[in-house]
């Protein structure tokens, strides 16, 4: 028990790679250095190069935008005139005809900060109201959530650019950061299940790479806003989701703050990594379905169905031959619907079978076994929709709080 209790211990602390709670040793060198959390966030994205990288000098003074438009009159004029229009700006349809509501910057893949102008860099208020209306799209149910990702997730790229040339990194540009990491969680579960956009998947490789270089920009602002020994409101729940995204991963270990340590979020975290490094499934999804969060359950989908499938492995493998395992109780422990529990079971390679009053059966020892092939399927999880309702809830107790 104790070999066990150490070893997870161990998994936790190497799972909290990347981006963490600095030393004061270390950040009071970082400060004499001059180095500005713009730069940070900055350099990182260059460090996460890929072919949307943003590529603006660090080094370059941060600049005040004057931009009070969602959209810089200029882009705006050259954009109606190049017929570059998203379907969410045009006016009552028309290609080449948008307004001041409707136009949202667009994210600029290689900029010059040289020759940025004030005009075209929009201001710390109407950022936060392009965010606002950014996120009320995502109710849309007049397109495809695949179409209102694309648009979401570009603008939402260009308002962290604007945000980082002005060097803005006080809590309203945290709250925003924190929004924006919202999205990319909830967009990583949805996304996972869009099978009806062919490029689904390098869709849901970028959101998930700007969910990272997200966190890891989040996270040099915290560091950078921090007050003594205090800790941003939701620190804890954001610096939690780095682990969860990386249950599976080695990486190397940082220091956190003792009241991140010691946060609900943290320990939920703790627990969960413990069980699924142990292979203790049974908990692993009990807990899950009791203490989780929805953004929580987000980032662990595909662990959950990584975890699934094993577990059905080793029962079809370590089971009696002339003892077939209940479906009913199968898919209670693993938090499914017994229909979702049987297609599993078929997709890798199971039959099962049926007795005589209807109930069904895993038949064990079947030779047939192999991973589902071209990926998961959407399969349920008992308590989801709990989860989704109390997410709701706590988004409305918040915006009437900063209402």
Same mark, same amino acid.
């Given at each position: 028990?104790?070999?066990?209790?150490?070893?997870?211990?161990?998994?936790?602390?190497?799972?909290?790679?990347?981006?963490?709670?600095?030393?004061?040793?270390?950040?009071?060198?970082?400060?004499?250095?001059?180095?500005?959390?713009?730069?940070?966030?900055?350099?990182?994205?260059?460090?996460?190069?890929?072919?949307?990288?943003?590529?603006?000098?660090?080094?370059?003074?941060?600049?005040?935008?004057?931009?009070?438009?969602?959209?810089?009159?200029?882009?705006?004029?050259?954009?109606?005139?190049?017929?570059?229009?998203?379907?969410?700006?045009?006016?009552?349809?028309?290609?080449?005809?948008?307004?001041?509501?409707?136009?949202?910057?667009?994210?600029?893949?290689?900029?010059?900060?040289?020759?940025?102008?004030?005009?075209?860099?929009?201001?710390?208020?109407?950022?936060?109201?392009?965010?606002?209306?950014?996120?009320?799209?995502?109710?849309?149910?007049?397109?495809?959530?695949?179409?209102?990702?694309?648009?979401?997730?570009?603008?939402?790229?260009?308002?962290?650019?604007?945000?980082?040339?002005?060097?803005?990194?006080?809590?309203?540009?945290?709250?925003?950061?924190?929004?924006?990491?919202?999205?990319?969680?909830?967009?990583?579960?949805? #996304?996972?299940? *869009?099978?009806? +956009?062919?490029?689904?998947?390098?869709?849901?490789?970028?959101? @998930?790479? &700007? /969910?990272? $270089?997200?966190?890891?920009?989040?996270?040099?602002?915290?560091?950078?806003?921090?007050?003594?020994?205090?800790?941003?409101?939701?620190?804890?729940?954001?610096?939690?989701?780095?682990?969860?995204?990386?249950?599976?991963?080695?990486?190397?270990?940082?220091?956190?703050?003792?009241?991140?340590?010691?946060?609900?979020?943290?320990?939920?975290?703790?627990?969960?990594?413990?069980?699924?490094?142990?292979?203790?499934?049974?908990?692993?999804?009990?807990?899950?379905?009791?203490?989780?969060?929805?953004?929580?359950?987000?980032?662990?989908?595909?662990?959950?169905?990584?975890?699934?499938? #094993?577990?059905? *492995?080793?029962? +079809?493998?370590?089971?009696?031959?002339?003892?077939?395992?209940? @479906?009913? &109780? /199968?898919? $209670?422990?693993?938090?499914?619907?017994?229909?979702?529990?049987?297609?599993?079971?078929?997709?890798?390679?199971?039959?099962?079978?049926?007795?005589?009053?209807?109930?069904?059966?895993?038949?064990?020892?079947?030779?047939?076994?192999?991973?589902?092939?071209?990926?998961?399927?959407?399969?349920?999880?008992?308590?989801?929709?709990?989860?989704?309702?109390?997410?709701?809830?706590?988004?409305?107790?918040?915006?009437?709080?900063?209402?």
């Amino acid at each position: 028990m104790n070999t066990s209790r150490r070893k997870s211990r161990k998994s936790f602390s190497s799972s909290m790679g990347g981006r963490g709670h600095q030393s004061n040793a270390s950040e009071e060198a970082e400060s004499s250095k001059g180095v500005s959390i713009r730069g940070r966030i900055l350099e990182d994205e260059d460090r996460h190069q890929s072919i949307e990288s943003i590529h603006v000098s660090s080094t370059f003074p941060s600049i005040v935008g004057t931009c009070t438009l969602m959209c810089p009159a200029r882009e705006r004029v050259q954009r109606e005139r190049l017929r570059d229009l998203s379907v969410f700006e045009r006016l009552n349809g028309h290609l080449g005809k948008t307004s001041p509501s409707l136009a949202v910057k667009k994210f600029c893949r290689t900029i010059s900060t040289m020759r940025v102008q004030e005009s075209d860099v929009r201001t710390l208020p109407v950022l936060k109201e392009t965010l606002h209306y950014l996120l009320n799209l995502l109710d849309s149910s007049e397109q495809p959530f695949e179409v209102v990702h694309d648009f979401v997730f570009d603008r939402t790229r260009s308002i962290r650019q604007d945000l980082s040339m002005q060097n803005i990194v006080n809590d309203e540009a945290i709250h925003m950061y924190e929004e924006m990491v919202k999205f990319y969680i909830v967009s990583h579960h949805k #996304l996972l299940w *869009s099978n009806c +956009n062919p490029n689904i998947s390098s869709m849901h490789y970028l959101n @998930l790479e &700007q /969910l990272r $270089k997200s966190l890891s920009s989040l996270y040099d602002m915290y560091d950078a806003n921090r007050k003594s020994s205090s800790i941003s409101k939701n620190e804890a729940e954001f610096r939690s989701f780095y682990v969860l995204l990386h249950l599976s991963s080695n990486s190397q270990s940082v220091r956190l703050a003792s009241p991140i340590l010691k946060s609900k979020e943290m320990c939920f975290t703790r627990k969960v990594l413990r069980f699924f490094r142990l292979g203790n499934y049974k908990c692993f999804f009990a807990t899950i379905a009791t203490e989780s969060s929805y953004l929580q359950y987000c980032l662990m989908e595909p662990y959950i169905n990584e975890l699934r499938i #094993l577990v059905v *492995s080793y029962i +079809n493998y370590g089971g009696y031959a002339h003892s077939p395992y209940p @479906l009913a &109780q /199968l898919s $209670k422990l693993l938090r499914m619907k017994e229909s979702d529990m049987e297609s599993l079971c078929n997709a890798c390679g199971l039959e099962t079978s049926i007795d005589k009053v209807g109930n069904k059966f895993l038949p064990t020892k079947q030779a047939t076994f192999h991973p589902p092939k071209g990926g998961f399927q959407n399969y349920s999880f008992l308590g989801l929709e709990k989860l989704q309702r109390h997410t709701r809830d706590e988004d409305c107790i918040t915006t009437n709080q900063a209402s």
